[in-house]
T-cell receptor, first 110, second 112 residues
Framework: GIQVEQSPPDLILQEGANSTLRCNFS?????LQWFHQNPWGQLINLFY???GTKQNGRLSATTVATERYSLLYISSSQTTDSGVYFC????????????FGRGTSLIVHP | NAGVTQTPKFQVLKTGQSMTLQCAQD?????MSWYRQDPGMGLRLIHY???????DQGEVPNGYNVSRSTTEDFPLRLLSAAPSQTSVYFC???????????FGQGTRLTVV
């Protein structure tokens, strides 16, 4: 299967700061999602973005499939953004097994 | 619209006991899957199903059984629980294997 690497592993921000989270994958993919796991453990869909750019409020994501990476942008961070951000991808070619990165742990201080 | 519903939310088992984690979705999704989440490991796929009557193994299938008799339900069975199966379990579904996945709220399982 493909390898998915996320960076940075940990991030501490002051409320109001901006940040960029990165997801690199080792092979061509046809499926990429970003999730937020909140402090209560719930996995929340952020973006389904196998290619291109999407925006949802203060969050946006860009996937450049040809260069095998995806970026998640968080602007004007809030304490409720704290948690772990995961990207997950599935290789092109019909694999049914997705691979999750190990996540970026974000703490936003007031 | 309930989405993906998992029960129970918490469970404590003794080593050797068996139990079934329930997962149901009401979105008419073909693809359903089970993951376990361990500290520092992200999520790993246990078993998946591409439709009723069809299941297959994921990355970490040992110690778990699944079946898919209906489109809506995809239960995960632990036949003889072991402490190594202490984890948080998530069920997910998607319309097709390669479309957006939606997750249940998770089951925190402790095996003592």
């Amino acid at each position: 299967g493909i390898q998915v690497e996320q960076s940075p592993p940990d991030l501490i921000l002051q409320e109001g700061a901006n940040s960029t989270l990165r997801c690199n994958f080792s092979d061509s993919v046809n499926n990429l999602q970003w999730f937020h796991q909140n402090p209560w453990g719930q996995l929340i869909n952020l973006f389904y973005i196998p290619s291109g750019t999407k925006q949802n409020g203060r969050l946006s994501a860009t996937t450049v499939a040809t260069e095998r990476y995806s970026l998640l942008y968080i602007s004007s961070s809030q304490t409720t953004d704290s948690g772990v951000y995961f990207c997950a991808s599935r290789a092109s070619g019909g694999s049914y097994i997705p691979t999750f990165g190990r996540g970026t742990s974000l703490i936003v201080h007031p | 619209n309930a989405g993906v519903t998992q029960t129970p939310k918490f469970q404590v088992l003794k080593t050797g006991q068996s139990m079934t984690l329930q997962c149901a979705q009401d979105m008419n999704h073909e693809y359903m899957s089970w993951y376990r989440q361990d500290p520092g490991m992200g999520l790993r796929l246990i078993h998946y199903s591409v439709g009723a009557g069809i299941t297959d193994q994921g990355e970490v299938p040992n110690g778990y059984n699944v079946s898919r008799s209906t489109t809506e339900d995809f239960p995960l069975r632990l036949l003889s629980a072991a402490p190594s199966q202490t984890s948080v379990y998530f069920c997910a579904s998607s319309y097709k294997a390669n479309t957006e996945a939606f997750f249940g709220q998770g089951t925190r399982l402790t095996v003592v």
